[in-house]
């Protein structure tokens, strides 16, 4: 069973770090297409970046919180339902 587990977490690694190569180059590559357009743009968008990013980090908590609390209302409900048809 370990060998087994430690074979799975292997493959995981090699296939994430194969695809996290290729999007890492792909990404290079966009960053330097975007630069031979338009440098000042370019420097524009990687300062106002972070700024979004933390925006929606923000905001994407707040959905998860506000989801979770649902699913939790969800659940109640449903167990109240088979509570009162099963009695």
């Excluded at 194969?18 to 792909?26: D, G, I, R, S, T």
Aim: glycine share 4%; charged share 20%; hydrophobic share 55%.
């Amino acid at each position: 069973r370990v060998i087994n587990d430690v074979e799975k977490v292997r493959r995981m690694i090699i296939s994430n770090g194969a695809e996290l190569l290729f999007n890492l180059v792909h990404a290079v590559i966009y960053l330097a297409l975007a630069f031979s357009i338009d440098v000042r743009l370019t420097l524009l968008s990687l300062l106002v970046f972070p700024l979004f990013a933390g925006v929606f980090q923000k905001i994407t908590k707040r959905l998860k919180r506000y989801a979770g609390r649902s699913q939790s209302r969800i659940a109640d409900v449903t167990s109240a339902l088979t509570e009162a048809f099963q009695a």
